[in-house]
């Protein structure tokens, strides 16, 4: 009699552990940027396991930039192989609405008692909100700082405590620093950030925009651009900027070679280890943004791509998880990022800025968010790549001496990729 209840309740133990693995449902996530990702999604999926164990988050490859992410989206449903949740560039999120692609959010948050209350406040609801429909919650905001080498800022004869305010400083300062003959470079301007976030930044800045209000036209050749142009001009001209990629050039400063880095708060957290007592270093506002000018918010969105309604229940949780309060603590803790959500950082961050200064720069920089601009139609991507193309002409020398040719090139060649009116 033993023997048979023995093993009946191996059976039913063996049934029970089967029911329970057949239930789990499995969400696929892709995000980009794996090396500065990876430990901030595998801690936020590991904690939402721990409260959802009847749901496994399964992590795909992460995808190399935010373009390269758009665009195995766009792949990817043609052959209905997309992830069910895929984090995507703010700026980016726009094409994937306009294909019918992203999943609007809507239905979900109606069922949310309480989400404002959760810290979804409107200003982060607006960043992926599109034809009045949310299909975007924002999970990692950075915008633009400086990066100081305090140790090269004091050895060129700068007053640390008056940090440049404009760019005509900064260039100035970069000529000191180079003056020091001890091979260390004045600066670096981060143009070749994805999605041509710092032209967009440069021109946001002094109260710019990229077309105008009813997008039919280029917008940034006018006096705004034209200082834009000239000014990213003499950053080759006169503060002899470096030629460098995106890895190089963070690398390079790390190592203590580079006087003034512009680049995004993102990076900030790794930044300080790879810097260590290298150097002191010191963040401070991105310069020469003049009143009513603004900044382009970086960073990426949570997006719904999944179709099935099981999956689009589970994965609606994660993105719910990873974009709350909870969630975006472990986001400003691994990263440099700022979180959007307002209650994580009147809840669980409270001492965390007291305690790590260099990340107030861009929290002071909170006013002054505005949208990463995505181009409109079937050539968003294209107009991206012929900023850039031109952007580097300039860095290598080749028509640093002529920016506002290389302007004219650059507004027309976009006016021709711009969707024709009407059509």
Do not use: C
């Amino acid at each position: 009699m033993q023997h048979k209840l023995l093993g009946l309740m191996v059976a039913a133990g063996l049934s029970l552990a089967t029911t329970t693995a057949w239930a789990q449902t499995v969400i696929e996530v892709q995000y980009p940027y794996a090396h500065l990702f990876d430990k901030t999604q595998e801690t936020i999926a590991r904690e939402f396991e721990k409260d959802n164990p009847d749901i496994k988050v399964k992590f795909r490859g992460a995808y190399e930039n935010y373009e390269d992410g758009s665009q195995k989206v766009l792949k990817e449903a043609i052959t209905k192989r997309m992830p069910d949740i895929s984090f995507q560039g703010l700026n980016r999120v726009r094409i994937l609405v306009e294909r019918g692609i992203a999943q609007p959010l809507e239905p979900f948050i109606a069922k949310e008692a309480g989400f404002r209350k959760d810290g979804y406040n409107k200003a982060m609801l607006d960043i992926g909100t599109y034809g009045g429909k949310v299909y975007g919650l924002p999970f990692a905001v950075s915008l633009p700082i400086a990066y100081y080498n305090m140790d090269l800022v004091k050895k060129a004869g700068w007053d640390p405590e008056n940090l440049p305010k404009t760019w005509d400083e900064v260039i100035l300062l970069a000529k000191k620093i180079e003056g020091l003959d001890n091979g260390a470079h004045g600066m670096f301007f981060g143009w070749n950030i994805t999605g041509n976030w710092f032209w967009q930044a440069l021109n946001l800045s002094r109260g710019g925009s990229m077309l105008t209000t009813d997008e039919s036209k280029v917008a940034f050749g006018g006096d705004t651009g034209k200082w834009a142009m000239k000014t990213f001009a003499r950053f080759t001209t006169e503060a002899d900027m470096p030629n460098l990629g995106i890895k190089d050039a963070s690398q390079v400063f790390a190592s203590g070679k580079v006087g003034m880095f512009f680049w995004s708060t993102s990076i900030l957290a790794r930044m300080t280890e790879w810097v260590g007592d290298k150097f002191v270093l010191k963040t401070g506002p991105y310069p020469g943004v003049k009143v009513g000018g603004g900044l382009p918010a970086g960073g990426n969105a949570a997006v719904l791509l999944a179709k099935d309604p099981k999956q689009q229940e589970a994965a609606w949780k994660y993105i719910k998880f990873a974009t709350s309060g909870r969630g975006a603590a472990v986001v400003a803790r691994t990263t440099g990022y700022m979180p959007p959500n307002k209650k994580a950082n009147e809840v669980y961050l409270k001492d965390f800025y007291a305690a790590n200064p260099n990340h107030m720069a861009a929290v002071k920089e909170l006013p002054l968010l505005r949208n990463w601009y995505a181009f409109p139609g079937k050539n968003g991507l294209k107009i991206t790549d012929v900023i850039y193309n031109d952007m580097q002409s300039i860095v290598t020398g080749e028509r640093a001496k002529e920016p506002l040719k290389v302007l004219e090139g650059m507004v027309r060649d976009t006016q021709k990729l711009l969707p024709k009116q009407g059509s």
